[in-house]
């Protein structure tokens, strides 16, 4: 296992992070798994056996039991963990019980800290971008939350580039903490972050954390072409998180990492997951298992380093059209770009 600097700050955090979403199984958990305290504990072990050093929650999850359930089965090894959890997503359905008001941001991460019985948490992210509510009002409060001790360090989740960066400026401006990563969805199936919000991060220093990088068992190697997919499972039409645009890319970018996986003797899950890890600004990722089987195979990526023919490969069967301006400077300007414009078309070179 690998161990990387979040951001710009000191904080090392193994290059995959364990994901609660199927703790407890209610609420929007119920698609992802149904576990409970004594499936977190075995699955927390075998997270902590591969190198794992983070954990990743959310109050939303579950409704409020996924933290609870990491809380109890984390139990006194509580200090041997970074726990990162979010705020934004409604827990209630008053109108002041969802949003990144001054209001509900310090009242969510009360509540966390009291469902995951600890007095601090590690990385304390904004689940979601909340254009009504003032960024100053946002991030006051998060800087409020850090220097009382309640919080360490505060990241956004699914921000775009704009949004990020207005953050970033805003904290530069007034002398506050900044975000030090932003969780985002990046897989093979779709690399849309690529076009902007990489080459952000990379200029910004800010770290990557990875959500469904097997864009939600797409990329398991279960769903091949002409072959039946396991019952109950849902037809590539039925996905909205990720949505399924083009079946034909997708089964082909399956079939090459179900090819290169046999090639190592691994799954086709591992080559997604290390084709991620191996992308500029990624500091971890984030991975969930409905079994422990699941969770074991997938943190065995760690150990996978793919060849640069093999992430070439990779890069051409899942790309998609560069799009303008950045056509025209890939066509005209690359006697001056910086690192972080070449993260950006690097593989359309």
């Not at 296992?1 to 955090?13: D, E, I, K, N």
């Not at 890069?315 to 910086?338: A, I």
Request: net charge negative; hydrophobic share 40%.
């Amino acid at each position: 296992m690998q161990y990387r600097q979040l951001g710009r700050t000191g904080l090392r955090v193994s290059t995959f992070t364990l994901g609660t979403m199927g703790f407890g199984g209610t609420g929007w958990a119920t698609p992802v798994g149904t576990i409970g305290v004594d499936g977190a504990r075995e699955e927390i072990a075998i997270a902590k056996d591969a190198g794992v050093n983070m954990i990743d929650t959310a109050d939303v999850y579950s409704e409020g039991l996924a933290e609870e359930i990491l809380g109890q089965a984390l139990g006194t090894t509580r200090d041997e963990w970074l726990i990162a959890t979010k705020v934004r997503m409604p827990m209630g359905d008053g109108p002041n019980d969802a949003g990144l008001s001054r209001h509900h941001v310090i009242r969510g991460a009360e509540a966390s800290l009291r469902r995951l019985g600890t007095d601090y948490i590690d990385l304390f992210q904004v689940h979601e971008w909340d254009g009504q509510t003032p960024l100053e009002e946002t991030l006051s409060a998060l800087d409020d939350l850090v220097r009382s001790g309640k919080v360490r360090y505060i990241g956004c989740s699914n921000y775009g580039a704009w949004q990020m960066m207005k953050a970033l400026g805003f904290s530069e401006r007034l002398g506050i903490e900044r975000f030090a990563g932003n969780q985002l969805y990046y897989s093979l199936q779709n690399r849309d972050i690529e076009t902007e919000i990489v080459p952000a991060a990379v200029d910004q220093g800010v770290g990557i954390l990875v959500w469904s990088p097997l864009a939600g068992g797409l990329l398991s190697g279960k769903y091949r072409r002409g072959v039946d997919a396991p019952p109950g499972s849902r037809h590539l039409t039925e996905w909205s998180e990720p949505p399924v645009h083009d079946e034909d890319k997708l089964y082909d970018t399956i079939e090459l990492a179900v090819k290169i996986g046999e090639s190592h003797g691994v799954s086709a899950a591992q080559v997604s997951l290390a084709y991620i890890a191996q992308k500029p600004a990624v500091t971890s990722i984030i991975v969930g298992a409905r079994t422990p089987e699941q969770l074991r195979d997938n943190l065995a990526a760690a150990d996978l380093v793919l060849t640069a023919d093999e992430v070439k490969a990779l890069d051409d069967v899942s790309s998609t059209p560069l799009s303008y301006p950045f056509w025209h400077q890939r066509n005209t300007s690359t006697d001056r770009l910086s690192e972080a414009d070449l993260t950006q078309i690097n593989h359309y070179l």
